[in-house]
């Protein structure tokens, strides 16, 4: 009996570790999908990221509203910068619920039917908001603001296998976070990354380049530091042309 329970004890660390290896491989498969989704949208639209608001500075609390558009019938609401958690709303086909979010996230999320197909509110996988802006935008020198909001060929990409493309912005296996936490702020955690290149890799988010700060990123001009750092992935440094690895 002793042995028995020395043996079940010596196989759980195994066990857990087979379980993460497999979900985070589902997330992988995900995301993967997602980007091919994505290639195929630029392939119709001269190359750009999927795109379903206008480069119009919003701020709700100092007045300026949401903007509304009409995606296959369907009226959603966001901002320029919501194009890169909403872009799958214009993808074709329309992601199902369960190709957006991670394997790990809690059951019963929101719905919202687009054309008449159901997919999630949320997604748990981003495109980098660097696909949104020149690059500039992305520096601390050459920050200018709402002028600089433009989507960026796909295909400018300087570093493809070092410039991620999408990332996987919730996890839920950080411990007092049963919702799930922000992955760019977990220091131990990995996450997916869908490179440039298509390929996959897990990633602690922390342990990847740094981006930079933008003030004008909700519409108006703020001072950093000159040692402050911005998130990985979605606010590299030179946009489109830095690298996060």
Request: with cysteine; charged share 15%; hydrophobic share 40%.
């Amino acid at each position: 009996m002793v042995v028995v329970v020395i043996l079940i004890a010596l196989s759980v660390p195994s066990l857990r570790k087979a379980r993460s290896s497999a979900q985070e491989l589902t997330d992988a498969v995900r995301i993967k999908q997602l980007g091919l989704l994505v290639a195929a949208y630029a392939n119709d639209f001269k190359d750009l990221p999927p795109v379903i608001f206008s480069p119009t500075y919003v701020n709700p609390s100092l007045g300026s509203p949401w903007q509304q558009a009409t995606v296959r019938g369907t009226v959603v609401q966001g901002g320029w910068f919501s194009n890169a958690t909403k872009f799958y709303y214009a993808l074709s086909p329309l992601p199902s619920i369960q190709a957006v979010t991670s394997v790990k996230a809690p059951k019963g999320r929101y719905t919202i039917t687009i054309g008449g197909e159901r997919t999630s509110y949320l997604s748990d996988f981003y495109l980098a908001d660097v696909f949104y802006a020149d690059p500039d935008y992305w520096t601390r020198t050459g920050q200018r603001g709402v002028s600089q909001w433009h989507p960026q060929p796909i295909s400018a990409v300087a570093f493809p296998s070092r410039k991620g493309l999408l990332w996987q912005s919730m996890i839920y296996d950080v411990p007092g976070f049963p919702s799930g936490t922000n992955a760019c702020c977990t220091g131990t955690n990995p996450t997916a990354i869908l490179w440039a290149d298509q390929s996959v890799s897990n990633e602690v988010m922390s342990k990847l380049n740094p981006g930079v700060p933008n003030g004008w990123y909700h519409g108006g001009p703020i001072g950093f530091p000159d040692d402050a750092i911005g998130p990985p992935v979605y606010g590299t440094e030179r946009g489109i042309l830095g690298t996060d690895r």
